[in-house]
């Protein structure tokens, strides 16, 4: 008996075990999909790329999607929304387009998981050309110099600034003004530095200045 035995195992093992692993592989190819991948659904942040540089965008799309995705089991619990991403390509978007396709193309996901749908299927935003001015800078002065003494001059240094944003947000009559400057009690000329501060907030400063300098002249009656 446990010559039978011995024998069962040990003769022809090379054949057993190629029969085995062909077994195993059949049994791999015949078990339905759903046993072996699942599906999750993630809230993934829709990220706005390659803008032109001579527009705007005046109105976002939605800053989330749903996104369902299919890997193998063993890594489905390990994806998180962290390593999805959802871009929308807007190097080729017009003002006269406001409604985007988002499809599974645009998804970037991690190997071996694909996915399924996205929802929503497009989403909706407005683009506007760009414009740059240069606006006046108006200095914000408050509280009263000394009693017998009187503001002889003003000077704000930029006079004028460069301010770009959406085309239809600038208008003739916006000045930039400089952070309230406190003038009490003051018996002679100073100089101050203050923010700048736009009149909108879909502006903003076309270069690096920021800041200005804001020089009060003062005089006795």
Avoid: C
């Amino acid at each position: 008996m446990n010559r039978f035995i011995k024998n069962l195992f040990v003769r022809n093992w090379g054949l057993k075990l190629l029969a085995l692993l062909l077994s195993f592989l059949l049994w791999l190819t015949l078990i339905p999909e759903e046993k072996t991948f699942s599906q999750t659904t993630l809230i993934v942040p829709l990220e706005t790329r390659n803008i032109p540089a001579e527009f705007e965008l005046v109105e976002k799309p939605v800053a989330e999607i749903d996104v369902t995705l299919r890997a193998p089991n063993r890594l489905i619990s390990q994806i998180a929304s962290a390593g999805v991403q959802a871009i929308l390509n807007l190097e080729k978007a017009t003002p006269n387009q406001e409604d985007y396709p988002v499809n599974p193309s645009m998804v970037i996901v991690p190997p071996e998981a694909k996915v399924i749908r996205v929802f929503p299927n497009k989403v909706h935003l407005k683009l506007e050309r760009s414009k740059e001015v240069s606006m006046e800078v108006l200095p914000a002065l408050f509280g009263k110099v000394k009693e017998g003494y009187i503001i002889d001059k003003i000077d704000v240094m930029p006079a004028n600034v460069s301010v770009r944003g959406p085309e239809s947000k600038i208008k003739p009559k916006d000045k930039v003004r400089t952070s309230p400057v406190d003038v009490t009690d003051l018996i002679q000329s100073a100089e101050f530095e203050a923010d700048l501060i736009l009149p909108k907030p879909d502006l903003r400063f076309a270069t690096a200045q920021t800041k200005a300098r804001v020089k009060v002249t003062i005089a006795k009656k």
